[in-house]
């Protein structure tokens, strides 16, 4: 069964423009904390607008939101059971050693949701670095859907206090047509000794490949 937050089926909401770009833009919000007392989150105002811009609740300790089918038009509640939990504590504990090996895990726990989700929506059927031109939104996700999808996932884990050596970063997003780059945006982690900004990007990858780990620094001039 196909879920909203709302328990029923939303769709409809915002419109896939070409390659990977959106009708909804949070480029430029000012990282303002949104405290969400009841979910145990603080989210910066650019963390928060993935949600709010989809009319759906952000991540809790327990589940999230999983999108897909092109800016979040269907949706299917991830539900964590007690598993699932152990199976990603034991991804990231094996990664605590450095931020390095954490980045190595991290990529580990977006094979494991991969694995864990696509059965269940139809996305074992996914292709890297879809979109509407597809013409198979039920089966993929746009780099809107893998934003939000990993952020969360992201969130879940650090609620969970799994990540030693990162936060959950803001999502960045790149796109200059004067250089024919195409839009496209990602989660970040946020290295805590260096600062340095890592994109957690599936979007380019095809099922259960690793995400793209990269300094945004990189992944900003690529396309």
Not at 97 to 104: F, L
């Amino acid at each position: 069964m196909r879920l909203t937050d709302g328990r029923k089926r939303y769709g409809g909401r915002g419109k896939t423009l070409a390659f990977c770009a959106s009708a909804v833009t949070v480029v430029g919000l000012v990282p303002i904390a949104t405290s969400l007392p009841a979910l145990g989150l603080e989210l910066s105002a650019p963390q928060a607008a993935l949600y709010s811009t989809v009319s759906i609740f952000p991540p809790a300790a327990q589940r999230m939101t999983v999108c897909y089918g092109f800016v979040c038009r269907r949706r299917e509640m991830l539900d964590f059971s007690p598993g699932d939990r152990n199976a990603l504590t034991q991804i990231l504990t094996a990664g605590r050693a450095s931020a390095a090996a954490e980045r190595a895990a991290v990529q580990k726990v977006v094979v494991w949701f991969d694995r864990r989700m696509g059965p269940v929506i139809g996305t074992n059927k996914r292709v890297a670095k879809a979109d509407f031109r597809y013409f198979d939104d039920k089966h993929n996700y746009d780099c809107w859907d893998t934003t939000r999808n990993t952020t969360s996932l992201l969130l879940v884990l650090q609620q969970w206090g799994l990540l030693k050596h990162h936060v959950v970063g803001d999502p960045h997003y790149r796109g200059n047509a004067l250089v024919l780059q195409t839009p496209h945006n990602t989660a970040v982690l946020l290295e805590r000794a260096t600062k340095v900004e890592w994109v957690v990007d599936m979007w380019p990858r095809g099922y259960l490949q690793p995400p793209d780990v990269m300094t945004v620094g990189k992944w900003v001039k690529e396309d």
